[in-house]
């Protein structure tokens, strides 16, 4: 299974840009990557996700490295509401049956402070 | 209408009862998906629906049974559960099995069995 790797937590001063890193050596051509959060007590929430170059939205930044074994996210003003859990997902084949899944990793707890 | 709505959003049951978890979409989308979250843990794939079919089930315990009655429906039958099956369930929907974009969650049932 292609996995990531993140930090398992981070700290960011409000309204300063914050970047997540997400390690995934073993990933493969096909997988895309995901980017979700999760507030507390809520169901996590799409971000951002991409397959081989940057990608923006009204949310965030996506910037994937050359060889796609590592990404970044980028929030570009942190505030208050941003503080949740990020994960860093790969879609992957499930088994050749012609579906895909999302398995998320531990992922990171990112702190804003006022 | 860009909502997962799931229903109960709170369950306590014994482990002799037999319940249901009730997840609801109009997004028009063709795949479904039951997680499973304990308490600080990332979100654990449990049954995924394509096309109202059963195409992936991560070996779960027959004491859950999941059904899709049409496309915009997904139930998770309980029965004869353990105190250890207590946690968030979460179920999400996408366009397509190819998840290509983005899967839309519902905040979750949080089911505590005694």
């Known amino acids: 299974d292609a996995k990531t790797t993140q930090p398992n937590s981070m700290e960011s001063n409000e309204e300063e840009p914050v970047h997540l890193p997400c390690n995934h050596s073993?990933?493969?051509?096909?997988?895309?990557i995901h980017w979700y959060r999760q507030l507390p007590s809520q169901g996590p929430e799409y971000v951002i996700h991409?397959?081989?170059s940057n990608v923006n939205n009204r949310m965030a930044s996506l910037a994937i490295a050359e060889d796609r074994k590592s990404s970044t996210l980028i929030l570009h003003r942190a505030t208050l509401r941003d503080a949740a859990v990020y994960y860093c997902i790969l879609r992957v084949t499930y088994s050749g049956a012609g579906s895909y899944q999302l398995t998320f990793g531990k992922g990171t707890k990112l702190s804003v402070i006022p | 209408d860009t909502e997962v709505t799931q229903t109960p959003k709170h369950l306590v049951m014994g482990m002799t009862n037999k319940k249901s978890l009730k997840c609801e979409q109009h997004?028009?989308?063709?795949?479904m998906y039951w997680y499973k979250q304990k308490a600080k843990k990332p979100p654990e794939l449990m049954f995924v629906y394509s096309y109202e079919k059963l195409s992936i089930n991560e070996s779960v315990p027959s004491r859950f049974s999941p059904e899709c009655p049409n496309s915009s429906l997904l139930n998770l039958h309980l029965h004869a559960l353990q105190p250890e099956d207590s946690a968030l369930y979460l179920c999400a929907s996408s366009q397509d099995s190819f998840l290509a974009g983005e899967l839309f969650f519902g905040e979750g049932s949080r089911l505590t069995v005694l």
């Open positions: 073993t990933i493969s051509g096909t997988d895309y």
């Open positions: 991409g397959l081989t």
């Open positions: 997004m028009g989308h063709r795949a």
